[in-house]
Protein backbone atom coordinates (compact mmCIF):
# COMPACT_ATOMS: atom_id res chain seq x y z
CA UNK A 1 0.00 0.00 0.00
CA UNK A 2 1.37 3.31 -0.78
CA UNK A 3 2.40 5.52 2.06
CA UNK A 4 -0.76 7.77 3.68
CA UNK A 5 -0.17 11.68 3.50
CA UNK A 6 -1.55 13.58 7.02
CA UNK A 7 -3.17 17.14 7.26
CA UNK A 8 -1.04 19.44 7.64
CA UNK A 9 -0.03 19.96 11.52
CA UNK A 10 -2.19 22.65 13.03
CA UNK A 11 -5.00 22.15 10.46
CA UNK A 12 -8.33 20.11 11.09
CA UNK A 13 -10.53 18.60 8.68
CA UNK A 14 -14.20 19.53 9.09
CA UNK A 15 -15.77 16.03 9.17
CA UNK A 16 -19.44 15.50 8.38
CA UNK A 17 -20.53 14.91 11.80
CA UNK A 18 -19.52 18.66 12.60
CA UNK A 19 -20.87 19.68 9.48
CA UNK A 20 -24.64 20.75 11.13
CA UNK A 21 -22.89 22.52 13.98
CA UNK A 22 -20.58 24.64 11.83
CA UNK A 23 -23.67 25.58 9.36
CA UNK A 24 -25.80 26.21 12.22
CA UNK A 25 -23.21 28.65 13.59
CA UNK A 26 -22.33 30.33 10.14
CA UNK A 27 -25.73 31.03 9.53
CA UNK A 28 -26.55 32.82 12.79
CA UNK A 29 -23.44 34.76 12.27
CA UNK A 30 -25.00 35.51 8.62
CA UNK A 31 -28.08 35.85 10.11
CA UNK A 32 -27.21 38.42 12.49
CA UNK A 33 -24.68 40.47 10.33
CA UNK A 34 -27.77 41.14 8.26
CA UNK A 35 -29.86 42.35 11.33
CA UNK A 36 -26.84 45.04 12.37
CA UNK A 37 -27.33 46.12 8.91
CA UNK A 38 -23.81 44.60 7.40
CA UNK A 39 -23.05 43.92 4.29
CA UNK A 40 -20.36 41.19 3.44
CA UNK A 41 -16.81 41.74 1.67
CA UNK A 42 -14.06 39.52 1.06
CA UNK A 43 -10.77 39.81 0.47
CA UNK A 44 -7.63 37.65 -0.76
CA UNK A 45 -6.46 34.81 1.52
CA UNK A 46 -3.22 35.80 1.03
CA UNK A 47 -1.58 40.05 0.74
CA UNK A 48 1.78 41.42 1.16
CA UNK A 49 4.04 41.21 4.08
CA UNK A 50 4.13 44.73 4.30
CA UNK A 51 0.65 45.21 4.90
CA UNK A 52 0.62 43.07 7.80
CA UNK A 53 3.92 44.48 9.16
CA UNK A 54 2.50 48.01 9.19
CA UNK A 55 -0.82 47.24 10.35
CA UNK A 56 -0.62 44.34 13.24
CA UNK A 57 3.01 45.96 14.02
CA UNK A 58 6.55 44.29 13.51
CA UNK A 59 6.65 43.22 17.42
CA UNK A 60 3.31 41.42 17.13
CA UNK A 61 3.16 37.11 17.43
CA UNK A 62 1.14 37.46 14.29
CA UNK A 63 3.96 38.83 12.13
CA UNK A 64 6.84 38.41 13.96
CA UNK A 65 6.92 34.74 14.85
CA UNK A 66 3.55 33.59 13.00
CA UNK A 67 3.25 34.68 9.25
CA UNK A 68 2.56 31.78 7.17
CA UNK A 69 4.76 33.14 3.64
CA UNK A 70 3.75 31.92 0.29
CA UNK A 71 4.68 32.54 -3.15
CA UNK A 72 4.96 30.88 -6.29
CA UNK A 73 7.25 27.94 -6.81
CA UNK A 74 9.59 29.28 -9.77
CA UNK A 75 9.57 32.83 -7.35
CA UNK A 76 12.85 34.25 -5.94
CA UNK A 77 13.39 33.99 -1.98
CA UNK A 78 12.73 37.88 -2.62
CA UNK A 79 9.95 36.78 -4.40
CA UNK A 80 8.58 34.69 -1.84
CA UNK A 81 9.28 37.00 1.17
CA UNK A 82 6.60 39.44 0.15
CA UNK A 83 3.69 37.61 0.79
CA UNK A 84 1.58 36.22 3.25
CA UNK A 85 -1.64 34.02 4.36
CA UNK A 86 -3.81 36.69 5.96
CA UNK A 87 -3.07 35.98 9.94
CA UNK A 88 -6.08 38.10 10.24
CA UNK A 89 -9.12 40.14 8.43
CA UNK A 90 -8.96 43.42 9.73
CA UNK A 91 -5.94 44.98 7.87
CA UNK A 92 -7.34 43.60 4.89
CA UNK A 93 -10.42 44.80 5.01
CA UNK A 94 -9.21 48.42 5.73
CA UNK A 95 -6.56 48.04 2.60
CA UNK A 96 -9.65 47.21 0.55
CA UNK A 97 -11.80 50.27 1.54
CA UNK A 98 -8.34 52.75 1.17
CA UNK A 99 -7.89 51.05 -2.30
CA UNK A 100 -11.95 51.14 -3.52
CA UNK A 101 -12.26 54.62 -2.72
CA UNK A 102 -14.82 53.41 -0.13
CA UNK A 103 -14.80 56.83 1.91
CA UNK A 104 -16.93 58.87 -0.78
CA UNK A 105 -19.76 56.07 0.12
CA UNK A 106 -22.45 56.97 2.55
CA UNK A 107 -20.92 55.71 5.94
CA UNK A 108 -20.33 54.81 8.55
CA UNK A 109 -19.66 51.24 6.47
CA UNK A 110 -20.93 48.16 8.39
CA UNK A 111 -18.81 44.98 6.82
CA UNK A 112 -18.72 41.20 7.36
CA UNK A 113 -16.27 38.79 6.42
CA UNK A 114 -16.62 35.27 7.63
CA UNK A 115 -13.20 32.95 6.35
CA UNK A 116 -10.34 31.11 7.26
CA UNK A 117 -7.03 33.01 8.78
CA UNK A 118 -3.50 31.25 8.61
CA UNK A 119 -1.29 31.60 11.90
CA UNK A 120 1.91 29.67 12.36
CA UNK A 121 1.74 29.36 15.78
CA UNK A 122 2.93 26.10 17.76
CA UNK A 123 -0.54 24.00 17.63
CA UNK A 124 -2.57 23.19 21.35
CA UNK A 125 -6.50 22.57 21.94
CA UNK A 126 -8.14 25.37 20.45
CA UNK A 127 -5.20 26.83 18.73
CA UNK A 128 -5.09 25.67 15.15
CA UNK A 129 -3.03 27.05 12.11
CA UNK A 130 -5.85 27.42 9.74
CA UNK A 131 -8.78 28.84 11.99
CA UNK A 132 -11.95 30.28 10.61
CA UNK A 133 -13.07 33.68 12.07
CA UNK A 134 -16.25 35.78 11.74
CA UNK A 135 -15.68 39.55 11.70
CA UNK A 136 -17.49 42.16 11.73
CA UNK A 137 -16.09 46.17 10.88
CA UNK A 138 -17.73 49.50 11.63
CA UNK A 139 -15.30 52.04 9.55
CA UNK A 140 -16.39 55.89 9.89
CA UNK A 141 -17.65 55.86 13.41
CA UNK A 142 -16.53 57.34 16.33
CA UNK A 143 -18.91 56.00 19.02
CA UNK A 144 -19.10 55.17 21.74
CA UNK A 145 -22.74 53.75 20.61
CA UNK A 146 -21.20 51.42 18.13
CA UNK A 147 -18.86 50.37 20.49
CA UNK A 148 -21.61 49.41 22.97
CA UNK A 149 -23.91 47.95 19.90
CA UNK A 150 -21.12 45.40 18.63
CA UNK A 151 -20.34 44.13 21.70
CA UNK A 152 -24.38 43.65 21.89
CA UNK A 153 -23.45 42.17 18.35
CA UNK A 154 -21.43 39.72 19.86
CA UNK A 155 -23.21 38.72 23.10
CA UNK A 156 -26.50 38.13 20.85
CA UNK A 157 -24.27 35.70 18.56
CA UNK A 158 -23.21 33.69 21.61
CA UNK A 159 -26.58 33.58 22.99
CA UNK A 160 -28.26 32.51 19.66
CA UNK A 161 -25.51 29.59 19.66
CA UNK A 162 -26.87 28.41 23.17
CA UNK A 163 -23.36 29.51 25.11
CA UNK A 164 -24.09 30.35 28.37
CA UNK A 165 -21.75 32.42 30.71
CA UNK A 166 -20.29 34.49 27.80
CA UNK A 167 -18.62 37.56 29.35
CA UNK A 168 -16.97 40.58 27.44
CA UNK A 169 -13.48 42.13 28.99
CA UNK A 170 -13.13 45.50 28.67
CA UNK A 171 -10.76 47.93 28.50
CA UNK A 172 -9.47 51.02 27.18
CA UNK A 173 -5.91 51.80 26.21
CA UNK A 174 -5.96 55.26 25.11
CA UNK A 175 -5.13 56.72 21.94
CA UNK A 176 -2.06 58.93 20.18
CA UNK A 177 -2.23 61.70 22.89
CA UNK A 178 -2.26 59.92 26.26
CA UNK A 179 -1.01 56.39 25.62
CA UNK A 180 2.85 57.82 25.29
CA UNK A 181 2.72 58.85 28.94
CA UNK A 182 0.93 55.11 29.60
CA UNK A 183 3.99 53.60 28.13
CA UNK A 184 6.92 55.48 29.04
CA UNK A 185 5.39 54.20 33.37
CA UNK A 186 5.01 50.75 31.69
CA UNK A 187 8.76 50.70 30.54
CA UNK A 188 9.96 52.22 33.60
CA UNK A 189 7.90 49.63 35.92
CA UNK A 190 9.49 46.70 33.35
CA UNK A 191 12.65 47.87 33.35
CA UNK A 192 12.90 48.25 37.10
CA UNK A 193 12.27 44.14 37.12
CA UNK A 194 13.79 43.28 33.71
CA UNK A 195 15.46 40.17 35.62
CA UNK A 196 11.80 38.48 35.62
CA UNK A 197 10.56 39.03 32.11
CA UNK A 198 10.93 36.45 29.71
CA UNK A 199 13.48 36.81 26.67
CA UNK A 200 10.51 38.11 24.19
CA UNK A 201 9.30 40.63 26.69
CA UNK A 202 12.92 41.99 27.55
CA UNK A 203 13.48 42.25 23.66
CA UNK A 204 10.36 44.07 22.98
CA UNK A 205 10.36 46.34 26.26
CA UNK A 206 11.79 49.39 24.84
CA UNK A 207 10.22 48.58 21.57
CA UNK A 208 6.76 47.98 22.48
CA UNK A 209 5.91 47.72 25.92
CA UNK A 210 2.14 46.69 25.91
CA UNK A 211 3.29 43.79 24.30
CA UNK A 212 4.65 42.92 27.95
CA UNK A 213 1.73 43.01 29.29
CA UNK A 214 0.60 40.41 26.61
CA UNK A 215 2.84 37.86 27.78
CA UNK A 216 1.19 34.77 28.82
CA UNK A 217 4.44 33.90 30.22
CA UNK A 218 4.51 37.00 32.37
CA UNK A 219 4.43 36.50 36.23
CA UNK A 220 0.74 37.30 37.69
CA UNK A 221 2.12 39.45 40.54
CA UNK A 222 4.00 41.27 38.14
CA UNK A 223 1.27 42.09 36.24
CA UNK A 224 -1.19 42.60 39.05
CA UNK A 225 1.29 45.87 39.99
CA UNK A 226 1.57 46.88 36.33
CA UNK A 227 0.52 50.56 35.61
CA UNK A 228 -3.15 50.50 34.57
CA UNK A 229 -3.74 52.26 31.07
CA UNK A 230 -7.46 53.45 32.57
CA UNK A 231 -5.11 55.84 35.05
CA UNK A 232 -3.49 57.84 31.93
CA UNK A 233 -6.71 58.23 29.93
CA UNK A 234 -6.68 61.59 28.55
CA UNK A 235 -9.89 63.84 29.12
CA UNK A 236 -11.20 62.61 25.36
CA UNK A 237 -10.27 59.20 26.30
CA UNK A 238 -12.16 58.60 29.50
CA UNK A 239 -15.26 60.71 28.19
CA UNK A 240 -15.42 57.63 25.49
CA UNK A 241 -14.41 55.19 27.96
CA UNK A 242 -17.38 56.22 30.29
CA UNK A 243 -19.94 56.37 27.56
CA UNK A 244 -19.01 53.00 26.55
CA UNK A 245 -19.68 51.65 29.94
CA UNK A 246 -22.68 53.72 30.53
CA UNK A 247 -24.51 52.35 27.69
CA UNK A 248 -23.22 48.89 28.31
CA UNK A 249 -24.98 49.13 32.05
CA UNK A 250 -28.15 50.56 30.22
CA UNK A 251 -28.56 47.37 28.00
CA UNK A 252 -27.57 45.18 31.06
CA UNK A 253 -24.38 43.86 28.99
CA UNK A 254 -22.14 41.68 31.06
CA UNK A 255 -18.67 42.59 31.34
CA UNK A 256 -15.74 42.88 33.81
CA UNK A 257 -12.92 45.63 33.65
CA UNK A 258 -9.79 43.56 32.62
CA UNK A 259 -6.69 46.01 33.00
CA UNK A 260 -4.55 43.74 31.42
CA UNK A 261 -6.20 43.71 28.03
CA UNK A 262 -4.14 45.28 25.69
CA UNK A 263 -4.34 42.97 22.66
CA UNK A 264 -1.80 41.21 20.97
CA UNK A 265 -2.19 43.52 17.87
CA UNK A 266 -0.55 46.92 17.84
CA UNK A 267 -3.29 48.89 15.93
CA UNK A 268 -5.72 49.17 18.68
CA UNK A 269 -6.86 52.42 20.22
CA UNK A 270 -9.05 53.17 23.17
CA UNK A 271 -11.73 50.24 23.43
CA UNK A 272 -10.68 46.97 23.91
CA UNK A 273 -12.65 43.82 24.04
CA UNK A 274 -12.85 40.15 24.08
CA UNK A 275 -15.21 37.41 24.59
CA UNK A 276 -14.53 34.18 27.04
CA UNK A 277 -16.56 31.51 28.62
CA UNK A 278 -16.45 33.20 32.61
CA UNK A 279 -14.37 30.88 34.19
CA UNK A 280 -12.33 29.79 31.04
CA UNK A 281 -10.29 33.05 30.39
CA UNK A 282 -6.70 31.28 29.85
CA UNK A 283 -4.59 32.76 26.96
CA UNK A 284 -5.87 29.97 24.46
CA UNK A 285 -9.54 30.51 25.21
CA UNK A 286 -10.66 34.23 23.97
CA UNK A 287 -13.68 33.22 22.00
CA UNK A 288 -13.22 36.56 20.34
CA UNK A 289 -11.57 39.45 20.44
CA UNK A 290 -11.87 43.28 18.99
CA UNK A 291 -11.55 47.04 19.58
CA UNK A 292 -11.09 50.62 18.36
CA UNK A 293 -8.39 50.91 15.83
CA UNK A 294 -8.81 54.96 14.86
CA UNK A 295 -5.15 55.48 13.52
CA UNK A 296 -5.03 52.16 10.57
CA UNK A 297 -6.73 53.50 8.02
CA UNK A 298 -4.59 56.80 8.06
CA UNK A 299 -1.36 54.44 9.01
CA UNK A 300 -2.20 52.37 5.96
CA UNK A 301 -2.30 55.29 3.78
CA UNK A 302 -5.84 56.75 4.06
CA UNK A 303 -7.37 59.81 5.22
CA UNK A 304 -8.18 59.60 9.23
CA UNK A 305 -10.78 57.70 10.01
CA UNK A 306 -12.09 56.35 13.44
CA UNK A 307 -13.16 52.43 13.24
CA UNK A 308 -13.95 49.43 15.35
CA UNK A 309 -14.81 45.42 14.98
CA UNK A 310 -14.20 42.09 16.23
CA UNK A 311 -13.04 38.48 14.78
CA UNK A 312 -15.39 35.65 16.78
CA UNK A 313 -13.25 32.18 16.34
CA UNK A 314 -15.58 29.84 14.92
CA UNK A 315 -13.83 27.31 15.88
CA UNK A 316 -13.83 28.03 19.49
CA UNK A 317 -17.23 28.55 19.40
CA UNK A 318 -18.22 25.49 18.12
CA UNK A 319 -15.64 23.29 20.46
CA UNK A 320 -17.78 25.20 23.35
CA UNK A 321 -21.18 25.10 22.20
CA UNK A 322 -20.85 21.43 21.94
CA UNK A 323 -18.83 21.25 25.66
CA UNK A 324 -21.89 22.96 26.78
CA UNK A 325 -24.09 20.43 24.87
CA UNK A 326 -25.83 23.91 23.51
CA UNK A 327 -28.04 22.89 20.10
CA UNK A 328 -25.70 21.26 17.24
CA UNK A 329 -27.91 20.30 14.54
CA UNK A 330 -29.58 21.72 11.92
CA UNK A 331 -33.49 21.51 12.10
CA UNK A 332 -34.20 20.30 8.91
CA UNK A 333 -35.62 16.49 8.40
CA UNK A 334 -33.62 13.81 5.69
CA UNK A 335 -36.18 12.45 3.38
CA UNK A 336 -35.17 9.37 1.54
CA UNK A 337 -36.91 8.25 -1.90
CA UNK A 338 -37.15 4.85 -2.37
CA UNK A 339 -38.75 2.03 -3.95
CA UNK A 340 -38.61 -1.34 -5.67
CA UNK A 341 -39.49 -1.23 -9.28
CA UNK A 342 -36.29 -0.35 -11.38
CA UNK A 343 -37.53 2.83 -12.09
CA UNK A 344 -34.50 5.38 -11.37
CA UNK A 345 -35.98 8.41 -13.07
CA UNK A 346 -38.86 8.24 -11.10
CA UNK A 347 -37.16 8.20 -7.88
CA UNK A 348 -34.83 11.36 -9.19
CA UNK A 349 -38.38 12.97 -10.24
CA UNK A 350 -39.95 12.30 -6.81
CA UNK A 351 -36.85 13.79 -5.14
CA UNK A 352 -37.17 17.27 -7.51
CA UNK A 353 -40.64 17.62 -6.67
CA UNK A 354 -39.69 17.18 -2.66
CA UNK A 355 -36.77 19.56 -3.17
CA UNK A 356 -38.90 22.07 -4.64
CA UNK A 357 -41.31 21.95 -2.37
CA UNK A 358 -38.20 22.68 0.24
CA UNK A 359 -37.38 19.17 1.35
CA UNK A 360 -33.87 18.04 2.03
CA UNK A 361 -33.90 14.90 0.34
CA UNK A 362 -31.49 11.86 -0.49
CA UNK A 363 -32.81 9.38 -3.31
CA UNK A 364 -31.30 5.59 -2.97
CA UNK A 365 -30.19 5.01 -6.37
CA UNK A 366 -29.29 1.18 -5.57
CA UNK A 367 -31.66 -2.30 -6.77
CA UNK A 368 -31.17 -3.36 -3.53
CA UNK A 369 -34.44 -5.10 -1.89
CA UNK A 370 -37.33 -2.44 -0.08
CA UNK A 371 -36.00 -3.47 3.39
CA UNK A 372 -32.53 -2.86 2.87
CA UNK A 373 -32.60 0.41 1.29
CA UNK A 374 -35.40 1.59 4.76
CA UNK A 375 -32.51 0.40 6.63
CA UNK A 376 -29.69 2.14 5.27
CA UNK A 377 -31.47 5.60 4.85
CA UNK A 378 -32.64 5.32 8.65
CA UNK A 379 -28.31 4.53 9.03
CA UNK A 380 -27.87 7.25 6.66
CA UNK A 381 -30.15 9.34 9.51
CA UNK A 382 -33.32 10.15 7.35
CA UNK A 383 -36.32 10.94 9.54
CA UNK A 384 -38.84 9.71 6.79
CA UNK A 385 -38.73 7.36 3.83
CA UNK A 386 -41.07 7.85 0.66
CA UNK A 387 -41.54 5.14 -0.77
CA UNK A 388 -42.36 4.53 -4.55
CA UNK A 389 -45.06 2.23 -5.38
CA UNK A 390 -47.06 0.95 -8.18
CA UNK A 391 -47.95 4.45 -9.02
CA UNK A 392 -44.24 5.77 -10.01
CA UNK A 393 -43.65 9.08 -9.61
CA UNK A 394 -47.23 10.57 -10.38
CA UNK A 395 -47.97 8.63 -6.81
CA UNK A 396 -49.66 8.41 -4.46
CA UNK A 397 -46.69 7.10 -2.51
CA UNK A 398 -46.26 5.63 0.83
CA UNK A 399 -44.36 8.53 3.51
CA UNK A 400 -42.98 6.23 6.37
CA UNK A 401 -41.84 7.87 9.64
CA UNK A 402 -38.35 5.58 9.76
CA UNK A 403 -38.60 6.45 14.09
CA UNK A 404 -41.64 4.96 14.69
CA UNK A 405 -42.54 2.97 11.79
CA UNK A 406 -46.06 4.35 10.93
CA UNK A 407 -46.51 4.65 7.53
CA UNK A 408 -49.72 6.14 4.92
CA UNK A 409 -50.22 6.72 1.80
CA UNK A 410 -50.18 10.36 0.22
CA UNK A 411 -50.12 11.75 -3.13
CA UNK A 412 -46.25 12.98 -3.69
CA UNK A 413 -47.29 16.79 -3.43
CA UNK A 414 -48.72 16.27 0.02
CA UNK A 415 -45.61 14.92 1.45
CA UNK A 416 -43.77 18.42 1.91
CA UNK A 417 -46.69 19.61 3.83
CA UNK A 418 -47.60 15.94 5.96
CA UNK A 419 -43.98 15.99 7.24
CA UNK A 420 -43.77 19.45 8.03
CA UNK A 421 -47.00 19.17 10.15
CA UNK A 422 -45.41 15.93 12.24
CA UNK A 423 -42.59 17.87 12.85
CA UNK A 424 -44.13 20.79 14.88
CA UNK A 425 -44.57 20.27 18.23
P1 LIG B 1 -7.62 38.13 17.48
O1 LIG B 1 -7.89 38.30 18.94
O2 LIG B 1 -6.23 37.92 17.08
O3 LIG B 1 -8.22 39.42 16.78
O4 LIG B 1 -8.50 36.94 16.94
C1 LIG B 1 -9.90 36.92 17.13
C2 LIG B 1 -10.36 35.54 17.53
O5 LIG B 1 -9.94 34.56 16.57
C3 LIG B 1 -9.76 35.01 18.84
O6 LIG B 1 -10.45 35.51 19.95
C4 LIG B 1 -9.96 33.51 18.68
O7 LIG B 1 -11.29 33.13 19.00
C5 LIG B 1 -9.74 33.32 17.20
N1 LIG B 1 -8.36 32.84 16.98
C6 LIG B 1 -7.24 33.59 16.90
N2 LIG B 1 -6.16 32.81 16.67
C7 LIG B 1 -6.62 31.54 16.62
C8 LIG B 1 -6.00 30.26 16.40
N3 LIG B 1 -4.70 30.15 16.18
N4 LIG B 1 -6.79 29.15 16.43
C9 LIG B 1 -8.13 29.25 16.64
N5 LIG B 1 -8.76 30.43 16.83
C10 LIG B 1 -8.03 31.56 16.82
C11 LIG B 1 -8.18 39.67 15.45
O8 LIG B 1 -7.86 38.85 14.63
C12 LIG B 1 -8.68 41.04 15.07
N6 LIG B 1 -8.63 41.17 13.58
C13 LIG B 1 -10.07 41.31 15.57
C14 LIG B 1 -10.57 42.64 15.19
C15 LIG B 1 -11.41 42.95 14.17
N7 LIG B 1 -10.20 43.79 15.74
C16 LIG B 1 -10.80 44.82 15.12
N8 LIG B 1 -11.52 44.30 14.15
Known amino acids: MA ?33 FGCARIDTPLFE ?11 TSDAVEKEMFRVGGASGSEEERAEWALRPEPTAGIVRAYIENGMHVRPGPLRLWLLGPMFRYARPQAGRYRQFTQWDVEVIGDPGPMVDAELIDLAHRFYAEVGLRDVVAHLNSIGDGVCRPRFREALVTYFAAHEARLTADSRRRLRANPLRVLDDTLLEPELAAGAPRSVDYLCDACRAHFDGVRNLLDALGLRYVLDHRLVRGLDYYSRTTVEFYVAGREGQQQALGGGGRYDGLVELLGGRSTPAIGFGLGIDRTVLAALEQGAPVHASMPLVAVVGDLDDLAGRLRVAGTLRDAGLAVRPDGSPRRLGRQLESAAKAGARWAVIIGEGGSEGPVVLRDLESGEQHEVAVDAVAAAVTEAGLP
Do not use: H, K, M, Y
Open 48 to 58: RVELFARGLGE
Open 3 to 35: QQIRAPRGTRDLLPEEGAAWNRVESIARSLAER
